[in-house]
């Protein structure tokens, strides 16, 4: 089954969420290949022993498993070279020298610069400088590569020819704006510096060319501000400051409101700022003023919010950022000019509407900033219709051309279009799916692309929760903003970053309330449960984080004041602080008193119901539940789950009664009493494992064996230790005695699993007993129980020999007992999680039906990490680049990955009838099911809520691999 896929693989891809990273280059993933081959045969050679003829018979018969090492994690995505070197690229009416394609080498901006050009849109022309060049900068120790410059300067002299302007000349001067662009978007995390080449007689001859002096002072203020700010690390709260004196001398509340004069004032101001700040005069030679810029974009690449966004977002094996430097258009020219951000459908909802914002006498930079609060797009057509006619019909042939929702960026300059970006829309999870089944239906795609375009992990947005109707309309609202990222959140208050990250790590509920949030606050945003802005609009940066995390936000609740330095908030004439609790619904943009209670979802209805028709369809690979109850398991199945990859019987033993019978059982002193006391323990066994199959009518049910240390059912503490000996009719001495007996220095590691079986046969009987009871009344009532019981943490196949015997010994006595004739269909097989097992999986799998790999701990024994102090330092890890993500949430593809080939490969040639799936917690991510189906595993099996994703993973990996 997997072989037949991964002959057709040269590469694999990285596991980057947006599903856009290229593969790395031919050449290179040959010869690794070759390298891991060269590897695994010499590891063959060494570990090889004779073979008998039914062995090779065996051999032969599992030649359908894949023989390869599968790695796909942290892997470098090279993009084509430039031929010669070249590290600029040219875009414009008269050359463009990339298209669409090319966004490994020019980023996703540059790319579709390109393409836009090139299929005939007003795009401003320019030039990309190549992620290849950014990584030399780094290479060549944070160097501008040798002769970058002068390459920047034969591209400026295109510009310049096509735009009939000079970069520098003081009479009539070409500005530009230099823009970040990677090749997977990451929105306001690096910088952007507009206005480049305006000095002190460049801005009097802009003002001349253009008659229009305060524009030509506004843009030159902006310039310092940005260059001071972007580039020389001057705070933006300095310049602002100067601003806020000249507002109040000329008596503005507004920036448009500061007369020309004003306006003069304040970029000497500016330049005063700069000066004490930096030490020295603002730049004058504006090819000066490009080449900082430049570098300052390529280290913006490394700033800390943007390392912050790519570990968020599992974004890593990039070269770098693309620079793109493109000739400056106006929007602050004057009632006839503006800017604007808009999507070619409404990414909260997928609704086939043209959405956004724009802001009249304003650049690009106040719309997504939030300073300024936009009108909505549809209002353009007041203003100027014949421009918004040419922007829808920009709009349609956008999405048409690309495929997919578009996210645009425009300014109009004295009533001229002209577009400035475009690039595959951040949408909700509720949004892909429907924008997905609606490009199906308008025959824009088909059903397999359809599924490609939904991240799989959003999914688990269209099961949020929302407010309970009736306890919402008891609660007072007490401000409204934007629905600007759908969902329901309850929390306390928290009004900056850090403190939002300290107190949701302290495990509290927090709601970051900011005037506006920048890009700095990210990790505050993704901690906390939920984001409230004063101000802002749909395409604001807290916007449009939220909505790509599928994070509750509401934006633009203009009737809050905010006092962050007093941790306050006030509306409607009452303050809320750190204390109080408030709750947000963000998909109606009300923000509530109180904490109201949520409800869960529906269900998978209508388009989303839809999209998992299409997903099974084309999946190979099954989708179970890990389900401890029945309640578990019908919701499971309700998700669309083929059957349970893991119950854990050890779950069923802490309540009520069930608990005392167990405690009883551990302090037993001889077999006699702990039979007794399992005794009482088997008919809760018998009656959760009835309701369990009654809930899995007709599917596979994997029941693992109690997995534990005993310890872990007794209490630690003298208090409890007194109540417990109370109950039992027993001494404290002796519950003490007990508890010190079954102490373990490295529990993970001891008295546990099969172990727990080996030396207490007992319980094994119990629950096998249990199984067996269970199925024999299922199939009286007529239901078809099918359950798999797995023996946990097998590591030699002696272990699991003599407990398979001892497990079929009591499923023949059961039987015997109910004189129960019909045949049981009863598998037995083990867990793989420990490194010996899948070692030596060939021989185990001769004792087994199944294996189930556990990659929880798996992992832990591979790493040598434990899941339960992992924190103390894998935070670190992961921010300094150690790794790349937590390997319990997403598959160590590299490391873990290659015992569960090879516990994979060595198992089918054991035995070629064996059924192989895993049913760790890595079953519900994406990354890690893409993996899984690579290798030719049977199934995966994950949490409830998870199956959904699981199966449009499943399905995206079938797509992709064939």
């Given at each position: ?46 570990t090889?022993?004779?073979k ?29 070279p ?30 579709n ?62 500005l ?138 599992g ?51 106040d ?158 945003m ?22 790509g ?24 004439g009452?303050?809320?602080s ?69 119950t ?20 037993a ?20 494992f ?30 409890s ?7 039992m ?8 005695q ?50 798999e ?88 890890y ?64 994950c ?20």
């Amino acid at each position: 089954m997997g072989n037949s896929r991964l002959k057709k693989r040269d590469e694999f891809p990285t596991t980057n969420p947006e599903g856009c990273l290229q593969m790395a280059k031919k050449s290179a993933a040959k010869k690794s290949s070759a390298r891991k081959s060269s590897a695994k045969k010499a590891t063959a050679k060494a570990t090889s022993k004779p073979k008998s003829a039914k062995a090779s018979k065996k051999k032969a018969a599992a030649k359908a498993s894949p023989k390869r090492v599968i790695r796909a994690s942290g892997r470098k995505v090279v993009p084509k070279p430039a031929k010669g070197g070249k590290m600029v690229f040219n875009f414009g009416a008269s050359k463009t020298d990339g298209d669409g394609s090319m966004k490994a080498l020019l980023g996703g901006k540059g790319a579709n610069l390109a393409e836009m050009t090139s299929i005939g849109l007003p795009v401003p022309p320019g030039m990309t400088i190549t992620t290849e060049t950014c990584a030399k900068y780094y290479e060549s120790g944070s160097r501008l590569p040798h002769g970058l410059m002068n390459e920047v300067t034969k591209g400026m002299a295109l510009v310049e020819k096509e735009m009939g302007k000079k970069f520098g000349d003081t009479k009539n001067p070409l500005l530009m704006s230099v823009r970040s662009g990677a090749m997977v978007s990451m929105p306001g995390m690096m910088d952007t510096i507009l206005n480049l080449g305006l000095n002190d007689e460049a801005v009097e001859g802009l003002a001349k060319a253009t008659g229009n002096k305060r524009f030509a002072y506004d843009a030159y203020r902006r310039l310092i501000n940005m260059f001071g700010d972007v580039v020389m690390g001057v705070h933006h709260e300095k310049f602002e400051h100067a601003f806020a004196e000249i507002k109040a001398k000329y008596h503005a509340s507004l920036d448009t409101e500061v007369p020309v004069e004003g306006l003069v004032e304040l970029c000497d101001k500016y330049k005063e700022v700069y000066r004490k700040q930096v030490g020295d005069e603002f730049p004058q030679n504006p090819f000066k003023q490009l080449e900082l810029a430049i570098e300052a974009v390529f280290k913006s690449w490394n700033a800390d919010k943007a390392i912050s966004y790519r570990r968020i977002e599992g974004i890593h094996g990039l070269n770098g950022t693309a620079v793109n430097v493109q000739a400056m258009v106006y929007g602050n020219m004057g009632e006839t000019s503006g800017t604007g951000v808009a999507f070619t459908r409404d990414p909260s909802t997928g609704d086939s509407a043209f959405y956004g914002e724009f802001l009249i006498n304003a650049q690009g930079e106040d719309v997504v900033a939030g300073i300024r609060t936009p009108k909505p797009v549809a209002e353009m057509k007041k203003w100027n219709k014949k421009v918004f006619d040419q922007l829808m019909k920009i709009k349609t042939k956008l999405e048409k051309h690309y495929k997919d929702m578009q996210d645009i960026e425009f300014t109009i300059e004295e009533g001229r279009l002209f577009m400035l970006q475009t690039r595959t829309g951040k949408r909700t999870g509720a949004a892909a799916v429907k924008i997905a089944c609606d490009m199906v239906k308008e025959k824009l795609i088909d059903e397999k692309q359809a599924l490609l375009r939904i991240p799989a992990g959003d999914l688990v947005q269209l099961l949020l929760p929302y407010f309970d109707p009736k306890k919402r309309s008891l609660s007072k609202v007490i401000a409204r903003g934007l629905p600007a990222s759908p969902g329901a959140s309850v929390g306390k208050p928290a009004f900056t970053a850090e403190e939002a990250v300290d107190r949701s790590r302290a495990g509290e509920a927090v709601i970051l309330v900011r005037k506006e949030t920048s890009p700095e606050d990210v990790d505050g945003m993704h901690s906390a449960v939920g984001i409230l802005t004063s101000t802002g609009g749909m395409t604001s940066h807290a916007a449009v984080v939220a909505r790509g995390w599928g994070k509750c936000c509401v934006a633009g609740a203009g009737e809050i004041q905010i006092d962050a330095a007093k941790g306050t908030f006030t509306v409607g004439g009452k303050t809320y602080s750190r204390k109080d609790t408030i709750s947000i619904d963000g998909s109606n943009g009300e923000v509530l008193d109180g904490a109201i209670p949520t409800i869960e979802p529906d269900g998978i209805t209508g388009d989303f119901a839809k999209v998992m028709r299409w997903a099974d369809k084309y999946a190979t690979m099954l989708v179970r539940t890990n389900a401890d109850t029945p309640a578990d398991a019908a919701r499971a199945r309700e998700f669309g789950a083929k059957g349970i990859g893991l119950t854990r019987t050890e779950h069923m033993f802490f309540e009520g009664p069930r608990i005392k019978a167990m405690r009883e059982m551990i302090l037993a002193e001889n077999l006699g009493e702990r039979e007794a006391a399992l005794a009482k323990l088997l008919p809760f066994q018998r009656d959760d494992f009835i309701g369990i199959f009654r809930a899995m009518d007709g599917l596979p049910v994997t029941i693992r064996l109690l997995d534990p240390p005993l310890h872990e059912f007794l209490p630690h503490e003298t208090e409890s230790q007194k109540e417990l000996a109370t109950v039992m009719g027993t001494t404290l001495a002796k519950v003490k005695q007990r508890v010190s007996m079954l102490h373990e220095l490295n529990p993970m590691l001891g008295h546990r699993g099969c172990r727990l079986a080996v030396t207490y046969p007992e319980i094994l009987r119990m629950q096998v007993r249990a199984i067996v009871e269970a199925s024999i009344e299922c199939v009286a009532e007529g239901v078809k129980a099918m359950p798999e019981i797995m023996i946990p943490l097998v590591g030699t196949v002696q272990e699991l020999r003599m407990l398979r015997k001892e497990v079929e010994g009591v499923i023949d006595q059961v039987k015997k007992e109910h004189d129960f004739k019909k045949r049981l269909d009863i598998k037995i097989g083990t867990m793989i999680e420990i490194p010996r097992a899948a070692l030596t999986a060939d021989e185990i799998a001769g004792e087994a039906d199944f294996f189930s790999f556990g990659t929880n701990d798996l992992t832990q024994l591979t790493f040598g990490y434990s899941r339960d102090d992992v924190n103390t330092f894998l935070p670190d890890y992961i921010h300094k680049g150690v790794l790349h993500v937590d390997p319990f949430q997403s598959l160590d593809q590299t490391g873990v990955g290659q015992l569960v080939q090879m516990g994979y490969d060595r198992g089918k040639e054991g035995n070629p009838d064996l059924k192989v799936g895993i049913c760790g917690e890595h079953g519900g991510d994406p990354s890690s099911v893409d993996f899984c189906h690579r290798v030719g595993l049977a199934y995966v099996s994950c949490s409830p809520f998870r199956v959904p994703i699981a199966r449009l993973a499943a399905a995206q990996a079938a797509i992709r691999h064939g």
